[in-house]
C-alpha cells in the first residue's frame, strides 16, 4: 500500500490545482476523484438516466463501463472525455447522481486500488473520511463561497464557457448544498483533517502549508 495524501472541501476551494502540483512535485499520482464521478454522470446523461431512475437501471448502465486516466487525460471506455467532463452541466450531473449509493459503490473500489501500488494525492469529498479513512496525510480546503464562486467563474471563463458571476454563485451554493446533506458520503471534515482556508491565500501559499504540514519540504517522498 502506498502513502495517500487525502484533500477534500467543497467545489471551488482550489482542491484540484493543488493537489496535481503537491503530486508533482512529491512524485506521487494524482487523483482526481470528481473526473469519475463526472465521467460516469457523462455516461448515465448519455443513457438518459435521470435523478429519479431506479438502482437496478443506474447499475446495469454502469455494469463493464470502465473509466481510467491515461497520461493525465480521463477515458470513459476508450473515449477521451477530458474536456466533456468539464461542462457546468457535466458537473451539475455528477452531483446529482453522486449522491447514490450504486454510484459512489462502483467508483469506490476503483479509487482504492489506485494505492495499492502507488503513492497518491487523492482528492474530492469523501477521501479522508469513507475512502481513505487511514490516509498517511489529511487536510480540508476550504474558501468563503464567494471567493469560490469567483474561481470557478475564472476557470469556466478560461476554457471559453459563457457563464456569469451570479451563475457561478448559484452553481457552488447548489452544488455544496446537495454534496454536504446527502445520506451517503457527505462532504464534511474528517476531526483529523488539518483545515485549510484558502480565501486569502495564493497557491503557492496553500502549497507550501500542505508541504510544511506533511514536513516533507519540497523533496519527493520515497
Ligand atoms: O470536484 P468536482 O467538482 O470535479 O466534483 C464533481 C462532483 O462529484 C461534486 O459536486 C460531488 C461529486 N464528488 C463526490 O461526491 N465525491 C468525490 N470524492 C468527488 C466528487
Redesign the pocket.
Known amino acids: 500500500m502506498g502513502k495517500v495524501i487525502a484533500i477534500d472541501g467543497p ?1 471551488g476551494a482550489g ?2 490545482t493543488v493537489s496535481k502540483l503537491i503530486a508533482e512535485r512529491l512524485g506521487f499520482e494524482f487523483l ?4 469519475l ?2 465521467a460516469a454522470a457523462l455516461h448515465l446523461r448519455r443513457m438518459n438516466m435521470l435523478d429519479e431512475s431506479p438502482d437496478a437501471d443506474i447499475s446495469r448502465v454502469l455494469d463493464g463501463v470502465v473509466i481510467n486516466f491515461k497520461n493525465g487525460k480521463v477515458f470513459l471506455n476508450d473515449e477521451d472525455v477530458s474536456e466533456a467532463i468539464r461542462t457546468t452541466e457535466a ?1 451539475h450531473y ?2 446529482v447522481f ?1 449522491a447514490r449509493k450504486v454510484v459512489r459503490d462502483f467508483l469506490l473500489h476503483s479509487q482504492q486500488d489506485m494505492a495499492i501500488n502507488n503513492n497518491i494525492v487523492a482528492e ?4 479522508t473520511t469513507v ?1 481513505f479513512p487511514n490516509a498517511w496525510k489529511k487536510f480540508f480546503l476550504d474558501a468563503s463561497e464567494e471567493g469560490r464562486a469567483k474561481r470557478r467563474y475564472l476557470q469556466l471563463k478560461e476554457k471559453g464557457v459563457n457563464v456569469t458571476m451570479e451563475e457561478a454563485l448559484r452553481d457552488v451554493r447548489e ?1 455544496d448544498e446537495r ?1 454536504s446533506s446527502r445520506d451517503i ?1 457527505p462532504l464534511r471534515r474528517a476531526d483529523d483533517a488539518s483545515y485549510i482556508d484558502t480565501t486569502h491565500l495564493g497557491l503557492e501559499e496553500v502549497i507550501n502549508k500542505i508541504l510544511e504540514a506533511i514536513g516533507g519540504g519540497c523533496q519527493p517522498i520515497a
Open positions: 467545489s482542491k484540484s482526481d476523484t470528481g473526473a464521478y463526472r458537473g455528477a452531483s453522486s474530492g469529498r469523501d477521501m475512502v452544488r454534496d458520503a
